[in-house]
């Protein structure tokens, strides 16, 4: 699977923005779809994912309540409608994927070495 993620931009505190991750070459159905971020001199870090199957959704607790994953039905693409967007959101943002093998609870450690597929990243930043 190719990923392509887009929708990064500047954004002030308080503002929102919509990045997309389209998946090439093969569906994603059945994939589970996660999205990591890596600010400057900080480690990449699990943001959210998706169960497609199942539409099961999984938050980190920083963004939990604020960003929401999706799928749209009618195309291979999976969004991350991100609001109330503060200043320590900004990162580099990265879509990745695998066939879900399991339960997607078993996913929670947000461990980047079970993802097979990465796009490359997006910039978010935010600022006033």
């Known amino acids: 699977v190719q990923l392509q993620a887009s929708g990064g931009g500047l954004v002030q505190p308080g503002g929102s923005l919509r990045l997309s991750c389209e998946a090439s070459v093969f569906t994603l159905d059945y994939h589970l779809v996660a999205w990591f971020r890596q600010a400057p001199g900080k480690e990449r870090e699990g943001v959210s994912l998706?169960?497609?199957?199942?539409?099961?959704?999984l938050y980190a607790d920083s963004v939990r309540g604020r960003f929401t994953v999706f799928k749209d039905s009618d195309k291979n693409t999976v969004y991350l409608e991100m609001n109330s967007l503060k200043p320590e959101d900004t990162a580099v943002y990265y879509c990745?994927?695998?066939?879900?093998?399991?339960?997607?609870?078993?996913?929670?450690?947000?461990?980047?070495?079970?993802?097979?597929?990465w796009g490359q990243g997006t910039q978010v930043t935010v600022s006033s």
């Open positions: 998706l169960s497609i199957s199942d539409g099961i959704t």
């Open positions: 990745a994927t695998v066939f879900l093998v399991g339960s997607p609870l078993d996913y929670r450690g947000w461990e980047e070495y079970e993802y097979d597929s």
